[in-house]
């Protein structure tokens, strides 16, 4: 059976019921669920997982959660390959507010990881979504979980689970 890790970082929240919703489905421990602000030490991390669930929520511009910066700039330095790694990504966001770059943050991981050899699951149907723009939409989907609890609150139980029963057959 694959290994598998969470890394994420959340700003208010958020980003954590995702997290914790995948922990509990996939029966992870403690050490395998790392929020990049407290637990996480290094990019060396990554290379006890098979399979990497990464979450952040989408700042400023549509950059990821500043606790990721350091890692991914870390990565493009040392020119880490992801081959042999299966990944998918999710997030947070505020569709109306920030409707401009609505879970960017999703597309800035998946830019950086599927060039570095990363095979990525967990594409989610855009048109139940309503947003201006967002780099996580790679061919007419969303590269991952986007939710937005903020002005969709009522669509984020049903979102999450949704994406966990489809990761899990995509995973099989």
């Not at 997982?49 to 929520?57: A, E, P």
């Amino acid at each position: 059976m694959s290994k598998v890790g969470i890394f994420y970082a959340s700003a208010g929240g958020n980003t954590t019921l995702v997290a914790e919703a995948l922990k509990e489905a996939y029966e992870l421990e403690d050490e395998d669920c790392v929020l990049m602000e407290d637990d996480f030490d290094s990019i060396e991390q990554f290379e006890n997982y098979d399979v990497l669930f990464f979450g952040s929520s989408t700042w400023g511009q549509g950059d990821v959660h500043f606790s990721w910066v350091d890692a991914l700039l870390e990565i493009n330095s040392e020119k880490m390959s992801f081959e042999g790694k299966t990944m998918a990504f999710f997030g947070a966001g505020d569709s109306k507010t920030h409707g401009e770059h609505f879970c960017s943050a999703l597309g800035k991981f998946y830019q950086q990881f599927s060039k570095a050899g990363a095979k990525v699951v967990g594409f989610v149907d855009k048109e139940d979504y309503t947003y201006e723009a967002s780099l996580a939409e790679v061919n007419d989907k969303l590269c991952g979980l986007a939710i937005d609890n903020i002005n969709e609150k009522e669509k984020t139980s049903e979102r999450i689970e949704n994406w966990i029963e489809q990761l899990q057959s995509e995973l099989a």
